[in-house]
């Protein structure tokens, strides 16, 4: 189905962003108190708030077009049906890509999981990855193929500069994070564009942190697919998408089987519909879409340029502030800009990842990420048991992350 999908709008920069009370006000769950103190929210790479444009259009569907897409021919399963495709039209706007290129998925693991269980992989192929990556960039893998890790250099990141000698004829995927969930710096796309090109290898881009934080296009970036979730760039949770090149789809086997992806089914069989529908078994997240696509609406209304030169100022007054307290110790410090993510451990008698940011909260109202955060492998190579992280989305202002620097101060001296 063509629908006419609205040009996603772009605001002029300001220099605002999140210092704008007016922007602010868009997010209601701002207004809560924790522990009657006002909430500092610096879990955003867990989850991100949400703006009113998100809860509005989740409403809209469930008070005014409640009905299932692609089936029904009455006014509601119509209009269902054209705002789903419209949303899907947004989305695939706001990465470059095409509507027909875009699949709709619960969240970025779906997505990887799809793709790893698509491509038809042999025990004997290899899948080259990061030590970075999170348990939805690496777990699909181990059970399909064999995973290859790109080491990490001095300073905890990935060293790309090996990256073309641990290509082999057996490699069939590069799967990488554009941005790390635990360090929050960015991969060298180039370097992986590059190798993946020369050496004919597709390319899979985990952009779950990324999306939110910077703008994104496939074409620039010379992805093959990439995979992003709607609760990571304000948008609702259980919605996400797999955007892939148009030839890759095609090659790629549909994993879930069901109503609403067939063109027909006879007693011997059925015949699929093309790509993105045939993997989008049964009836879909529909008020899910609409919410992604108000949140998609909302980040390109504020200029993605400007929400990434927000989270990266964010990123090196985190840094700034954290690297010189002797009793923390930051990861990655050798990074160069960080999106708005700091991860670090706290080397204090008594006081565990999660007592502190337990500690946080009850005593400042401020709420961190205290674990591992689904990259157990990295922490393992670090000899680490667990981290706090503390991570920004374009609603932080950079009065919270002093209040955060403070509060963290006084904890470790």
């Keep these: 189905m063509v629908v006419n999908v609205p040009v996603l709008p772009k605001r002029p920069g300001s220099g605002k962003l999140a210092m704008d009370p007016a922007i602010r006000a868009e997010f209601p769950m701002l207004r809560r108190l924790v522990h009657d103190m006002p909430m500092v929210y610096l879990d955003s790479a867990s989850t991100s708030l949400k703006p009113r444009s998100v809860l509005e259009a989740i409403r809209f569907y469930h008070e005014e077009i409640t009905a299932n897409v692609h089936r029904s021919t009455h006014p509601l399963g119509e209009a269902a049906t054209l705002h789903y495709e419209g949303a899907r039209g947004c989305v695939a706007q706001f ?3 095409r509507p027909d290129e875009l699949v709709f998925v619960r969240n970025t693991t779906e997505a990887i999981n799809l793709v790893a269980m698509g491509l038809g992989l042999k025990e004997e192929d290899e899948i080259l990855i990061t ?15 064999r995973v290859v890790y790109l080491p990490l250099d001095a300073a905890g990141l990935p060293d790309e500069e090996l990256l073309e000698g641990l290509i082999t004829p057996r490699t069939r995927l590069l799967a990488v994070s554009l941005l790390s969930n635990i360090t929050g710096a960015r991969g060298h796309m180039k370097t992986w564009r590059e190798v993946a090109s020369r050496h004919g290898i597709p390319l899979l881009l985990d952009a779950s942190q990324a999306a939110g934080h910077m703008g994104i296009d496939v074409a620039t970036l010379g992805c093959d697919f990439l995979a992003f979730s709607g609760h990571k760039v304000c948008g609702p949770t259980g919605i996400g998408a797999l955007w892939a090149r148009r030839e890759r789809l095609e090659k790629m086997a549909p994993t ?5 992806m067939v063109h027909t089914s006879r007693l011997d069989g059925y015949s699929l519909k093309e790509p993105p529908w045939c993997f989008e078994a049964g009836t879909p997240n529909v008020e899910g879409a609409l919410g992604l696509a108000a949140a998609l609406e909302f980040l390109s209304s504020l200029g993605m340029d400007e929400v ?7 990123g090196r007054r985190l840094k700034e502030g954290l690297a010189p307290l002797a009793r923390l110790r930051l990861l990655a410090p050798g ?8 991860s670090f451990t706290v080397d204090v008698p008594g006081l565990s990842a999660e007592a502190f940011g337990r500690l946080m909260a009850d005593s400042y109202g401020i709420l961190l990420s205290a674990g591992r955060h689904c990259t157990h492998p990295y922490h393992d190579m670090l000899g680490l048991e667990a981290t706090v992280r503390a991570s920004t989305h374009v609603y932080t202002t950079s009065d919270e992350v002093e209040v955060f620097l403070a509060a963290t101060r006084q904890l470790v001296g």
């Design 256 to 260: 879930l089987l069901g109503g609403g």
């Design 131 to 145: 030590p970075l990556e999170h348990h939805s960039n690496q777990l699909p893998w181990l059970t399909r193929a």
């Design 335 to 342: 990074a160069g800009d960080r999106y708005g993510i700091a």
């Design 95 to 97: 990465l470059g890509g």
């Design 308 to 314: 990434a030169e927000h989270s990266l100022a964010l």
